[in-house]
């Protein structure tokens, strides 16, 4: 990806006003390409970790629930 940045920018330097009728517009779709899988990765990532935190609160809501009533019973 890094490769893909740097032959996008040198395109922008190399082709200042052809920039902006699409001369780096096929680098600037791949570079859109690799963000979006990268993106992709970190948001499954960024998933999986949640479904660890949501079940490790509810086990310890349980836990706490059962002590809780535990303890209102020896009341």
């Given amino acids: 990806m890094v490769q893909i ?3 996008f920018q040198k395109c922008h330097v190399d082709h200042p006003v052809a ?3 699409g001369e780096c ?3 600037k779709i791949k570079l859109d390409r690799c963000f979006r899988q990268e993106k992709a ?9 949640s479904k ?6 509810q086990a ?7 002590k809780d009533s535990d303890l ?3 009341l």
Avoid: C, G, P, V
């Fill in 5 to 7: 940045i740097e032959q």
């Fill in 19 to 21: 920039k902006f009728f």
């Fill in 25 to 27: 517009t096929d680098l």
């Fill in 41 to 49: 990765i970190k948001r499954k990532a960024n998933f999986e970790e």
């Fill in 52 to 57: 660890k935190l949501k079940e490790r609160l």
């Fill in 60 to 66: 310890y809501r349980k836990e706490t629930n059962e």
């Fill in 72 to 74: 209102t019973q020896s």
